[in-house]
């Protein structure tokens, strides 16, 4: 009772300050900010005492261009265990406590997989009280804010943090300065606290903000010289403006470069200056005490970096500073597409910074000179070093440098082995390994769907299975009980219903909760097939418009994702689905058969509404095109079965829980390549039975793309190729007949809801292999050589949990 009192006051406290007014008067703005600054608050203590226990130790960082965080407030309640308590605070204070979470932004830090998948790391690290703190950008405006005018996606700012971020904490008194040729920029820290569950710990993800060295020149502004005055400011502030700016032209090509190796510099710089706080001027130890995960191909220049920080900032030899630099690093592979196999003129970096370029080309030489005396063959050595072709290759600078190589599921690890990376596995096997993905499930589970969490903790009498997966593995002997499969199917359908109120206030669409709800959300790429499933639900419209009385098992289908503003064929495809559902959702005779819904703007926030209504995970990525996945894994820890191709981590999900509990179609990857030496998609054009229509369909009048041209680049591409791309380079008419049967099948299945059920339940018992916590403990162990720091809460009321 004490302790609630405390919180009211704290709560009143900060509302008042930030309001400037009465509680009573506050507006919702106010109460969510207030709320989020009591947070820090209890926390704030706790936090200043976890990062000087791990200043002592072996610290571990994860570099990483994105984090994709989602919303804070809720996750940081639940985490902290009191949820409960702030409902009850901002209750007596007249205040509803969902009304102020919905009034939270998602964090504009990241876009798709590889954000979300550093956010659950850290989320793990935390909770398990490891020395793990994430570093990257604090983007102003993330990737976009994503709407549909006439079907077209359209980009506008996501001004997420305009209003401010109140657990965002600026340390000033942290600043470090990055040299470019062109100019100086201040780097700001902006901690954001990582508060795990169940744990005195709280993390860090610090956040880089690029302020002016100068903030405008007065005597230009005096000149009336007004926009010359701010040139240098607004140029210093395009480093942190957006995620990902367009990359299409050679401006943007430089800024991307300039982001890298802001965030890599004043990280660095960072880390550098804590050690000698704690370790002093020799930095001889500094690998002992420190070690770099990169996260894929964006933070690499951070090698380079080091370097010139050790040898030019701190005296080092070359040869002290590259033995040094090897020991630090560790690199993520996350594709193999070779678009997202960063390559970067030399030209740029000559640039941005000379000196910089200047050690890539000593690394360069140096594995030149070590494979010239491995007796290499010349095209060997020219093909594997770091420059070749006038560019900087940064995947290959990585497998140089970094001790460690590993991969993100079991599949994908062994692609890297003997295709991607092939001969650098032949020179240092040692140095490779796979480490499966992982989602949270504090975030995934708990936090999203707290039917099916509170139905676990009641079957196994306390929420120790939210810090441990492992402990839900023995109830798939219950798989078999009807009363709890009913029980499931009820927690599921409640959140079907939430999702189809959501769809109708902001779409004003209305949907079948009966419905399968069948979902494929994840970035709009070619090779995640979201053409393929458009292919099958417009083949599906004509089947049903030829044969009236045909029997359906009602679908909705729900896509989400956003296409790069340079990617125009995405934008074709997002077009194309969104074309489809107006012909779909506006024919009054197909009723409550099909519904086609495009969620626009897909974020952690809608997928947290999406994923637990979900009876069916749409994974259908070309056969070895998908490094892992996670979103799987968030379906399957969720009661929705994968409908999905052997790729990616679908793999050691058909691993865990048998065919009999997946839907599996397509070519295989290590079939792949020879199928494809003789694949000619006019055949299945001209042969499967229903094809040639839907394809068809795309220039003859059905579907409308305003004389754009989009629909016409699709259908070339699939059945035409061009002087750069072969004909369907992803094999979706190749796997169409079989996807369809596949899909046709599990609509039939669906149908005995109690068979389904307990499918579903075998998949949720079984996740566990799935989660975070899992993966972070292999890092730790495998690579990172961290160990757990179990930092005391600090004296004071402030620091006390109050439950």
């Not at 007014?21 to 608050?41: I, K, L, M, N, P």
């Not at 910089?356 to 063959?377: P, Y």
């Not at 694949?679 to 229509?693: F, S, V």
């Amino acid at each position: 009772m004490k302790q609630n009192h405390a919180m009211v006051t704290l709560l009143q406290h900060h509302i008042q300050a930030i309001a400037g007014r009465e509680v009573a008067h506050a507006s919702v703005r106010d109460v969510w900010q207030a709320t989020a600054r009591t947070v820090v608050d209890l926390i704030a203590a706790r936090w200043d005492q976890s990062t000087k226990v791990y200043s002592q130790g072996r610290r571990q960082h994860y570099l990483s261009a994105e984090f994709l965080v989602g919303r804070s407030l809720s996750n940081n309640l639940v985490n902290l265990g009191i949820y409960d308590a702030m409902k009850a605070a901002l209750a007596s204070l007249g205040k509803d406590l969902s009304v102020v979470l919905d009034e939270e932004y998602d964090a504009g830090l990241g876009n798709g997989g590889l954000g979300r998948l550093a956010a659950c790391f850290l989320d793990s690290s935390a909770t398990q009280d490891l020395p793990v703190t994430g570093y990257g950008i604090l983007y102003r405006y993330g990737l976009f804010k994503q709407s549909f005018e006439n079907g077209f996606q359209k980009e506008y700012p996501d001004a997420w943090m305009e209003d401010g971020y109140p657990f965002l904490v600026e340390r000033k008194d942290l600043r470090v300065t990055v040299h470019y040729s062109d100019m100086e920029v201040i780097a700001t820290p902006c901690d954001l606290p990582i508060i795990g569950y169940g744990t005195d710990n709280i993390n860090t993800l610090r956040l880089w903000r690029a302020d002016p060295a100068q903030e405008f020149d007065f005597n230009l502004f005096n000149s009336q010289r007004f926009d010359d005055a701010v040139i240098q400011r607004n140029r210093t502030e395009d480093i942190y403006r957006v995620l990902y700016p367009n990359d299409s032209s050679y401006d943007g090509k430089v800024l991307r470069v300039r982001q890298q190796y802001f965030f890599v510099s004043a990280s660095l710089q960072s880390v550098i200056r804590d050690y000698k706080q704690v370790h002093g001027d020799d930095l001889s130890q500094l690998a002992e005490y420190n070690c770099f995960q990169l996260n894929d191909t964006h933070p690499v220049i951070a090698i380079a970096e080091l370097m010139r920080l050790l040898i030019d900032e701190n005296h080092l030899s070359w040869q002290q500073a590259w033995k040094m630099t090897r020991s630090c690093f560790a690199y993520t592979n996350h594709t193999i597409m070779a678009e997202a196999l960063e390559r970067w003129d030399i030209g740029i970096f000559q640039f941005l910074f000379p000196r910089i370029l200047e050690i890539v080309q000593g690394i360069d030489h140096m594995f030149r000179q070590e494979l010239a005396d491995l007796g290499a063959r010349q095209d060997k050595i020219d093909y594997m070093a770091p420059i070749g072709g006038g560019q900087i290759r940064m995947a290959w600078l990585a497998a140089y440098a970094a001790f460690s190589i590993n991969g993100v599921a079991a599949l994908h690890t062994e692609i890297i082995e003997q295709d991607t990376l092939h001969d650098w596995y032949e020179l240092w096997p040692e140095k490779f390994s796979n480490k499966t993905n992982g989602v949270t499930p504090r975030r995934w589970l708990r936090l999203c769907n707290p039917g099916l969490a509170d139905l676990f903790t009641e079957l196994l009498g306390s929420e120790a299975w939210v810090q441990d997966l492992e402990l839900i593995r023995p109830l798939q002997s219950k798989a078999d009980d009807i009363q709890l499969l009913n029980r499931f199917l009820a927690i599921k359908q409640q959140s079907k219903a939430q999702l189809a109120a959501y769809i109708q206030s902001t779409m004003g669409i209305t949907v079948n909760p009966e419905a399968i709800f069948d979902v494929q959300i994840k970035r709009l790429h070619e090779y995640k097939r979201q053409l393929l499933n458009a292919l099958y639900i417009l083949d599906l419209y004509f089947r049903i418009k030829d044969q009236p009385d045909l029997e359906v098992t009602p679908r909705v289908f729900i896509f989400g994702a956003k296409a790069a503003p340079g990617y125009v064929r995405a934008k074709a495809i997002i077009k194309l689905i969104n074309e489809i559902g107006r012909l779909i959702n506006q024919d009054s005779s197909i009723k409550d058969k099909l519904k086609v819904i495009f969620i626009p703007n897909y974020n952690v926030s809608n997928a947290e509404r999406i994923i637990p209504a979900a009876d069916v995970s749409e994974q259908i990525s070309t056969a070895g095109l998908e490094a892992s996945g996670t979103s799987n894994m968030k379906f399957m820890m969720n009661g929705a079965l994968t409908l999905g191709t052997m790729d990616g981590a679908n793999v050691e999900i058909v691993d865990e829980v048998g065919f009999d509990n997946a839907y599996i179609f397509g070519v295989r990857a290590k079939d792949m390549a020879s199928t494809k030496a003789y694949y000619n998609p006019r055949w299945q054009y001209e042969h499967i039975p229903g094809l040639k229509r839907v394809i068809d369909s795309f220039t003859n009048g059905t579907l409308q793309d305003q004389n754009t041209g989009m629909f016409q680049d699709l259908l070339e591409s699939l059945l035409n190729g061009s002087s750069w791309q072969p004909a369907d380079p992803y094999y979706v008419l190749g796997d169409f007949d079989d996807y369809r049967k596949t899909r046709d099948r599990m609509a039939e299945d669906y149908k005995d809801r109690l068979a389904w059920a307990e499918k579903c339940w075998i998949n949720i018992t079984h996740s566990a292999r799935f989660s975070s916590d899992r993966t972070i403990k292999d890092y730790a162990r495998d690579i990172w050589h961290i160990k757990a720091a179990n930092c005391a809460a600090a004296a004071g009321p402030a620091a006390e949990k109050v439950k």
